[in-house]
């Protein structure tokens, strides 16, 4: 008996210590990430350099696309939506996009006023909540100020406030919860990298939409003036080009080997673009610009963006370089036929070029570049092209009757363009009270000593004009 009882005991002991010894969170749920230093670091760093495509970026792209009478006003566009926007961001923006409602179609009111965001990791990531929501915005606040170029010009600075503050509430908020919310699009199997659906088919549509209600320049199309500053222009796409690695491999959303496949295929795209938009103009023309480069590089970068990180590097060269040839039509075919005012070919190169991606991106994906993705068309899964086309429907859909209402709307109250006197001596002026260069004297403009006059300078038509882009 006492034997029997020592057996027992030594039994229980022993069972004791090895309970005490093994590791209970084998049984219990993977805990949360904890704060990673190194994907901190690069989300900082990411978010720094999409600010920097954006301010001065965009500015000086979009600047040096329009007539030195409206670059300042062009540029007031980008500086005000980056304002704007944070702030309606900030205020309830992120929480419709980004908050915590599990209906699939809208993020409720969780983090209204950036409500429980704070340093502490956000779900699921390894980096402060802080920073990813920031991050967000700057992807929200550079798509509205796409949209500018579209009625680039002729739109009043007032309204152009109002639509930034109504457009990224009803139309990017909705779109980004769906895709990448959490909502009803991302059930369904949709792939979108960085931004192919919710930042460059929303505002390539939502411009040309715009474009149409706001109505065309005056003298379109024989009589728009050419880009004033081309060097302008190549410095703001060269600092689109840089800023687009925070864009594309900060959407991954740590460092590591997928922040790596999408620099990689980011790069490789732009080159795609280039090296086709200049060999088709060699043909078509006989003489490559540095307009068509710089949008051919543009046209690569916005096909790549819902593709970065499902894609291998060579199918990203095949996705850059066809990107040029669809924008390129769209640009000098679509455009001549239609002849809308697009003022900066946002629908041209973003609309365009945003659908191509989309598509893209269900034809070549594959889960052996991307685990977390899915196979595309190429690697025996036909069904992701039409979940991609079903985004791209949806995009289409909420960015033309959204962006349509909102300008009607905001038109009850106020007229959407400048007064045809205000357009002929130019927004900088008329809306600002500024010059970029302060040469404009008496009707005249004076550059190094050259004076030309208001009705030489409306009469002179480059034929770069139908190169224009971003």
């Known amino acids: 008996m006492q034997r029997k009882l020592k057996n027992v005991l030594m039994t229980i002991s022993f069972i004791f210590i090895l309970g005490f010894s093994f590791p209970f969170s084998v049984f219990a749920e993977e805990a949360a990430p904890a704060l990673d230093t190194g994907d901190t670091t690069w989300l900082l760093v990411s ?11 965009l500015a000086l792209f979009y600047g040096g696309l329009v007539s030195q009478r409206n670059i300042l006003s062009t540029m007031m566009h980008s500086l005000s939506s980056l304002a704007i926007v944070s702030i309606v961001w900030v205020l309830w923006g992120y929480s419709f996009a980004f908050g915590p409602g599990d209906n699939g179609i809208f993020g409720g009111f969780g983090f209204f006023g950036f409500n429980q965001v704070g340093q502490t990791v956000k779900d699921g990531l390894t980096i402060p909540h802080f920073i990813f929501a920031i991050y967000q915005g700057l992807f929200a606040a550079i798509t509205t100020a796409l949209i500018s170029g579209g009625v680039a010009e002729r739109i009043r600075f007032h309204v152009w406030i109002l639509f930034s503050a109504l457009w990224v509430t009803l139309i990017y908020a909705p779109m980004a919860h769906w895709a990448w919310g959490g909502g009803w699009l991302s059930k369904l199997g949709g792939l979108d990298f960085a931004g192919g659906t919710v930042v460059h088919i929303l505002s390539g549509i939502s411009a040309l939409v715009a474009a ?3 109505g065309k320049r005056k003298g379109f199309p024989n009589k728009t003036l050419p880009p004033h500053n ?3 222009f190549f410095i703001g796409g060269m600092c689109l080009w840089f800023g687009w690695f925070g864009f594309n491999a900060g959407s991954a959303l740590a460092s590591g080997g997928l922040a790596s496949l999408a620099f990689a295929t980011t790069h490789i795209a732009g080159c795609a673009g280039a090296i086709v938009w200049l060999l088709m103009e060699w043909k078509l023309r006989q003489k490559p610009t540095l307009v068509g480069g710089v949008t051919g590089v543009i046209a690569g ?4 963006t819902p593709a970065a990180g499902y894609v291998s590097v060579l199918s990203s060269l095949v996705i850059g370089g066809a990107a040029s040839i669809v924008c390129y039509w769209a640009l000098n075919v679509l455009k001549a036929k239609f002849k809308y005012d697009d003022s900066l070919d946002v629908f041209g190169i973003h609309g365009i070029g945003g659908i191509w991606g989309a598509i893209a991106t269900g034809i070549f994906c594959s889960k052996e570049v991307n685990p977390a993705g899915a196979d595309g068309l190429l690697h025996g899964n036909p069904m992701q092209v ?5 985004d791209v429907l949806v995009a289409i ?3 033309s009757v959204g962006t349509y209402m909102i300008l009607k709307v905001i038109g009850l109250f106020t007229p959407l363009r400048v007064t045809e006197d205000q357009e002929i001596t130019g927004l900088d002026i008329s809306l600002h009270g500024e010059y970029a260069y ?6 005249s403009s004076e550059m190094h000593g050259v004076s030309f006059s208001m009705t030489e300078l409306d009469n002179h038509v480059s034929a770069q004009t139908n190169l224009k882009g971003v």
């Open 212 to 214: 149409i209600v706001v």
């Open 301 to 304: 970068l916005v096909a790549i």
């Open 386 to 390: 039409l979940i991609q086309l079903a």
């Open 47 to 57: 978010a720094a350099l999409v600010l920097f495509m954006f301010i001065p970026g």
């Open 230 to 232: 081309l060097v302008f």
């Open 438 to 443: 302060n040469t404009f004297e008496s009707g």
């Open 397 to 399: 859909a909420l960015a």
